[in-house]
């Protein structure tokens, strides 16, 4: 994947800018957002996304020999905007930054993953209004689709954990101490409680009725290069 070129829509100091003027329009709270707090995190953040977006395997991002990103495209800008705001923490320790950036994606996307949930490397998002992620532990090559929840059942945060491959469809939701395997597909609107998944499964339903199948596939395969 070092082959890969990248192409984005805009330069990293035209996406600087871009960035800078609509914090600053969305929160005008007289704690300007200065461009040069942006710059000096993108060009991190845009090495993150060609290294997120040269591993999916769908129209629009990758295929095969140059990965895209488009500002204008949703997704993708949901997912730079989630990249973006937790470099910011991570990298230059710039919490007031992190913070209105989060709160971007959440206005723009109606999409809330908080600067310091820790995502995998590569992840998609698709459509992913009314989407909850909470502080749980995610494996590579996850996909979220719209109306998602991840979340803890008590203050104490016992939060789920993910293995590689998995998809969570619309509407479906993990609360509590799950531990859900590699390659498995969460249906939509399933709803686990502190529930386990094995490798290589299906599930649908409602905890406690829920449905487990299996399924040979490596789920992975049908949207990530390996």
Known sequence: ????????????????????????????????????????????????????FS???????????????????SDHYAMFLYLLSNTAWKLAGNEMLAAKIFLLNKALHGLDVY?????????????????????????????????CGIGSLTESGDYPT????????????????????????VGANAFLVTTDIPAHSVVVGQYPNHRILHNADLVRNRIFHS
């Open 115 to 147: 600067y310091g949930i820790e995502l995998p490397e590569v992840f998609l998002f698709i459509h992913p209004v009314g989407t909850v992620l909470g502080n749980a532990r995610y494996g590579n090559y996850l996909t979220v689709y719209q109306n």
């Open 55 to 73: 591993r999916i395997h769908r129209k629009y991002y990758c295929d095969g020999t140059q990965a895209t990103f488009n500002h204008l495209h």
């Open 1 to 52: 994947m070092n082959t890969i070129q990248f192409k984005s829509s805009l330069t990293s100091e035209e996406l600087a800018n871009y960035v800078a003027r609509q914090l600053n329009a969305f929160y005008p709270d007289n704690q300007l957002v200065a461009v040069g707090d942006v710059r000096c995190v993108m060009e991190h953040t845009l090495v993150r996304v060609k290294a997120c």
């Open 162 to 185: 993910l293995g590689e491959g998995v998809i969570l469809f619309a509407r479906s939701c993990l609360l509590g101490a799950c531990h859900i395997g590699d390659d498995v597909v």
